[in-house]
């Protein structure tokens, strides 16, 4: 055994064991499993959420926009920011909430505020649909990171359905509870092997950043700047994306329930304070694919200039290490997408459409069956169908940020109709799958979701405003 | 809206002003700072600033007594 392989599988042995035992002292009821019990301090929540900021597209796409397209890649850092600045003020509103009623998700939260349960299985089904393909997106990374760190000695193919069943052996006992943990080891070895690639790869290579900086300053200024080297992203691309992806954010129903898991409104307050620090290391990865830019002209797939550079430039051990880093991070998401979807399906498609009187143990158990079958459809389509979900991806996005005007109008204006948000949703659904799927994206230099999310906006005011209330007191 | 919360929207909306709105007029690679082109140096520069604004935010916040009901 070589020592990458060794590191490799150790560390995601060791990363799924800490998971397991991560939840064997708390009872697995459904407030346990699904929001940790309400109990989450600072630093687990703060665990959490970072744990959500780098995932298998920080590692390979952030260095492959940096190398294929150039600044564009920098919407990352700005959308990021823009999220936890609005998280700021509207998670707490929805956390109240969420603890008054005792609400665990995000179709929880839009069928009680509009008083619809029709609304709330709509909600459901978005956020499945868009769920599913970043799934499956997480394990093609962490198998492509896998096979490339190993040098092809453990196949795409093993190395997704080993860490994928641990994971979901770990979600089985711990929940919640278990990705918090293995958040832990996750951190560490991100930011570890982020920090050394990124300071390490334009020093071997140009002697360092600056140097590295000048060499492509003079010889292709345009890349590192709006539109780099990507033509439809210019300036107004960029911000329409950055505010389409920074409202969407939190509307991933896996984020959104953050709110639900944090012990109160203040902590989510202080997290969202210190988020943007976390975001600064992502600038190291954008090195990485810079440097690419300039030593590996003509690479076929650009997500795998930073996996190239390593191997190039470190011994076996280390390429070891990055891809162990690689493959821990994409368990961590994928845990918390398989935790929501499941929760989506057996809350809030089981019991509210077809079974309201099940009882939070037969919830329980049926969530536990829905971990299994959400973790097989991604593994049969991460295996099988690998493009089958490229559509449902391409719009995933955009879908989830068509979220955002019912949440926002429905706390802060107390006018929201349940047919304004409904209509309005729907709308900003169809205008986005319209323009994406007929290839209008960017539409006008604008991007796509967002002129979906201005038409979705529109509809909901203009229909609330049509329709009569059907808030009494809103947010109150 | 109560001063404290009118001051929290103002601290929040400095991030927007300055990574969306601001973009047009920055997005240029000289002058170089600290080695990195201005636009790269900008985001970098606001993406830092912008917890100082929220922390600005909380504290105006916490002045209105908001959340004193969340703190146990």
């Known amino acids: ?5 060794a590191i490799i599988l150790g560390v995601i042995l060791g990363a799924a064991a800490l998971g397991f035992f991560a939840g064997r002292r708390v009872p697995m009821n459904l407030e346990n499993w699904t929001v940790g019990g309400r109990k989450f301090g600072p630093l687990i929540i703060w665990l959490l959420m970072a744990g959500e900021v780098y995932t298998t597209f920080t590692f390979l796409g952030a260095s492959g926009w940096a190398y294929a397209k150039g600044a564009p890649t920098y919407y990352i850092l700005i959308y990021g920011t823009l999220a936890y600045t609005l998280s700021f003020f509207i998670l707490p509103e929805i956390w109240k909430i969420g603890k008054r009623e005792g609400l665990h998700t995000q179709p929880d939260f839009f069928a009680h505020l509009f008083k619809s349960r029709t609304l709330g299985v709509v909600v459901a089904v978005v956020g499945i649909l868009s769920i599913l393909p970043y799934l499956q997106l997480q394990l093609a990374g ?36 278990g990705s918090a943990w293995v958040s832990v080891v996750k ?15 334009p020093k071997i290579f140009f002697g360092g950043i600056g140097p590295m900086f000048r060499t492509l300053m003079d010889k292709a200024p345009g890349h590192l700047v709006f539109p780099g080297s990507a033509p439809g992203m210019g300036v107004p691309w960029v911000m329409s994306t950055v505010l389409l992806t920074g409202m969407g954010f939190y509307m991933w129903p896996q984020l959104f329930g953050t ?10 307050r202080r997290n969202a304070c210190i988020m943007p620090l976390y975001q600064i290391p992502i600038v190291l990865i954008f090195f990485v694919g810079f440097t690419a830019f300039l030593t590996l002209p003509g690479l076929k797939n650009g997500d795998l200039s930073l996996l190239t550079l390593v191997r190039k430039a470190y011994p ?30 057996s809350k809030n498609v089981y019991r509210a459409g077809f079974r309201p009187k099940a009882t939070d143990a037969e919830v329980m158990r049926v969530s536990r069956l829905m971990v299994l079958l959400v973790s097989a459809a991604a593994l049969v389509f991460a295996l099988a169908l690998p493009n089958a979900l490229v559509n449902l991806l391409l719009i995933g996005y955009d879908g989830v940020a068509q979220l ?20 309005g949703l729907l709308t900003g659904i169809a205008v986005a799958a319209f323009l994406v799927f007929g290839k209008h994206d960017p539409f006008f230099g604008l991007n796509a979701g967002f002129v979906a999310l201005a038409a979705n906006a529109l509809v909901t005011v203009v229909v609330s405003l049509a329709a009569r209330p059907s808030l009494s007191a809103g947010n109150g | 809206m109560r001063r404290g919360k009118k001051r929290a929207l103002i ?62």
């Open chain 1, 1 to 5: 055994m070589t020592p990458a392989l």
């Open chain 1, 187 to 201: 951190d560490v070895l991100m930011l570890t092997a982020v920090g050394l690639v990124g300071f390490g790869i």
């Open chain 1, 316 to 345: 076996s051990w280390f390429v070891g290490f990055v891809g162990a880093a690689g493959a821990v991070t994409a368990m961590v998401p994928a845990s918390v997408l398989v935790i929501s979807a499941a929760a989506l399906l």
């Open chain 1, 404 to 423: 955002f005007p019912g949440v926002v109008l429905g706390l802060f204006w107390k006018k929201t109709a349940r047919a304004g948000v409904l209509a």
């Open chain 1, 259 to 268: 709110a639900f898991s944090a012990k109160s409104g203040r902590i989510i």
């Open chain 2, 11 to 72: 601290c929040g909306a400095v991030p927007f002003l300055a990574l969306v709105f601001a973009l047009p007029f920055v997005n240029r690679v000289r002058p170089v700072v600290f080695g990195l082109p201005f636009i790269l140096f900008w985001i970098l520069a606001w993406v830092a600033l912008t917890p100082v604004f929220l922390f600005l935010a909380d504290v105006s916040l916490r002045k209105d007594g908001e959340g004193r009901d969340e703190d146990r």
């Open chain 1, 142 to 177: 962490l198998g492509l990171i896998v096979e490339a760190a190993s040098d092809g000695a453990v196949s795409s193919t093993a190395a997704i359905l080993l860490s994928f069943l641990l994971t979901t052996a770990f979600v089985l006992t711990s929940g919640l509870r």
